[in-house]
Nanobody, 125 residues
Framework: QVQLVESGGGLVQAGGSLRLACAAS????????MGWFRQAPGKERELVAT???????YYTDSAKGRFTISRDNAKNTLYLQMNSLKPEDTSMYYC???????????????????WGQGTQVTVSS
């Protein structure tokens, strides 16, 4: 089992920045890819960005150029630096882990095995 705890969410004005963090614990050896998803009320959960154990990254169009995903394997922590935030970025953000049985690129919700509880990001206009 892998436990994930997100932090760093909050309220920010449009154009501002936030840095999310996700601390992993438990069966760390099982972690391959780590990703950030988001889900707004009434919408499906969607991938924002994902990063492999070797630091290969993938961003969805909504994140390209504004968000940066990174991971510190020594600290078992995943990050998401979000710049130039827009009101449409308002969502609950979730950290997720894909184990070694998954192939690159894990894009869908079903490609991930463990999930955090989420951290709320609200961007005001």
């Amino acid at each position: 089992q892998v436990q994930l705890v997100e932090s760093g969410g909050g309220l920010v004005q449009a154009g501002g920045s936030l840095r999310l963090a996700c601390a992993a614990s438990g069966s760390i050896f099982a972690i391959n890819c780590m990703g950030w998803f988001r889900q707004a009320p009434g919408k499906e959960r969607e991938l924002v960005a994902t990063i492999s154990s070797g630091a290969r990254t993938y961003y969805t169009d909504s994140a390209k150029g504004r968000f940066t995903i990174s991971r510190d394997n020594a600290k078992n922590t995943l990050y998401l630096q979000m710049n130039s935030l827009k009101p449409e970025d308002t969502s609950m953000y979730y950290c997720a882990v894909a184990t070694w049985k998954r192939r690159w690129i894990p894009i869908g919700v079903d490609d991930y095995d463990y999930w955090g509880q989420g951290t709320q990001v609200t961007v005001s206009s």
